[in-house]
């Protein structure tokens, strides 16, 4: 996209709350202000990330190459699992997970309100019915004693959502699954490089699932991944991004053979080595941006630790946070809206994540799920809103979030 000096552009908010995402709240800001808008999350894609994708183009497989198993072989390695199964994004790894558990017509998966609409919808794809558990109100985490509330007879999982990139309480989480014979799945499309007693988002659940595209921690454009330790598990997902067929091209020429079996329906899930190529660059510098996700949430602590209007999300004690987001609460939804505002006048481009999924009109239509499901999520969702973070916000942009910040809220709390 780009801005011409002295003209006006429309910049559409999405997210505010649902009655004002309807009627397509717009706002003009002056080419000046977009100028330096500074985004949530963005991609950071630097020379030899472009350097690696066009040494793939050269070579000899676009797709389903030797650069897809490297790219698993990395984030394994990063993650310390076992197997790694690439896919075409964090949603179609999503779906796989949901498949490999063999999650069908009739079965109930437990999972947050408070999420990216995709965690659901893996349920949906397979037939089964995603059953919303409320957030703790300072983490906005799963709550494990919602998540027992909310068992059944026909519960098979749960998936457990690391929000912003925290992760979950696994110890807890990992008790009830036990108890009750469920699979544990991370989302952990917010969490890539985070730890919970130590122990690597990776490692926590049954299966783990990570997203690659540009707003998070590393991309490939679009991508995603599942990684566990079951190598059962791993095979099933293989066949399921490759339509349920047995083997790949590739397998298949280095034995000399063109039989191939379709054993079940699956999807064409796969992800290319052009893009795998990009991923296996991006990780390579992924423990630096960390470092520096970490550096600029610790200024914003900081900073924001003793306003009278708004504060932080709660870190806990036994983790390490990845930052995917940069989290604000509110002490009201009005607060929000108007401070809000302002910071989109100053150029700052705050966001909300997310509206508590089941209030979409898909989950209203046809499961019948309505407002008061999941309180806390729902308070929270009118009051946050998330603050720019990533390896491309520099000091300076830091310093002028908080001053901006600051002027919002100060503003606000004027007429209040
Ligand atoms: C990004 C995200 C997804 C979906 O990933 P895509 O790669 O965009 O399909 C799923 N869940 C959560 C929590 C996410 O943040």
Redesign the pocket.
């Known amino acids: 996209m780009r801005f011409r000096r002295g003209r006006w552009r429309e910049i559409q908010i999405v997210g505010i709350s649902m009655k004002q995402r309807q009627n397509t709240m717009s706002l003009l800001l002056s080419s000046d202000a977009l100028a330096a808008f500074l985004p949530y999350g963005r991609q950071r894609i630097e020379e030899d990330d472009i350097e690696a994708v066009v040494a793939a183009l050269r070579s000899d497989w676009l797709t389903t190459g030797p650069k897809v198993g490297e790219f698993e072989a990395a984030v394994c390695a990063f993650t310390g699992a076992q197997y790694g199964v690439a896919v075409s994004?964090?949603?179609?790894a999503?779906h796989a997970a949901m498949y490999a558990l063999g999650i069908g017509s009739g079965d109930e998966v437990i999972v947050p309100a408070m999420?990216?609409a995709?965690?659901a919808n893996g349920v949906v794809y397979q037939g089964g019915t995603p059953v919303f558990a409320d957030v703790d109100p300072e983490t906005l985490l799963i709550d494990p004693m919602d998540v027992a509330r909310k068992i059944t007879a026909k519960t098979k999982a749960i998936i457990a959502?690391d929000y912003a990139g925290q992760p979950c309480d696994y110890e807890a989480l990992r008790g009830i699954a036990d108890q009750h014979g469920l699979a544990l799945v991370a989302?952990a499309?917010?969490a890539l490089g985070g730890t919970y007693t130590g122990r690597k988002v990776g490692t926590l659940a049954d299966l783990t699932?990570f997203?690659?595209?540009p707003v998070?921690h590393i991309t490939t454009g679009?991508?995603?991944m599942v990684v566990t330790d079951n190598p059962e598990l791993a095979a099933r997902m293989r066949r399921f991004r490759n339509h349920g067929i047995d083997t790949d091209y590739r397998q298949r020429e280095a034995e000399g053979t063109w039989y191939y079996e379709m054993t079940d329906i699956g999807f064409n899930y796969r992800i290319s080595d052009i893009q795998c190529a990009l991923g296996i660059n991006q990780l390579r510098k992924l423990p630096t941006w960390l470092m520096r996700r970490r550096k600029i949430a610790g200024c914003y602590n900081d900073a924001f630790r003793d306003l009278s209007m708004a504060s932080p999300l709660v870190l806990m004690a036994n983790r390490e946070h990845a930052y995917?987001l940069y989290v604000m609460r509110h002490a009201s939804g009005v607060i929000r809206d108007k401070v809000f505002r302002k910071m989109r006048e100053m150029g700052i481009g705050v966001n909300v994540h997310y509206i508590p999924v089941y209030l979409h009109p898909y989950y209203r239509r046809v499961y019948g799920y309505a407002p008061g499901l999941c309180p806390e999520a729902e308070r929270a969702f009118s009051a946050i809103f998330t603050l720019p973070i990533g390896p491309g916000v520099s000091d300076a942009d830091v310093e002028r979030v908080v001053a901006s910040y600051r002027r919002a809220l100060a503003e606000v709390e004027s007429h209040e």
């Open positions: 994004s964090g949603t179609a999503l999420t990216f995709a965690t959502v989302d499309c917010h699932v997203s690659f595209h998070k679009e991508g995603g995917h």
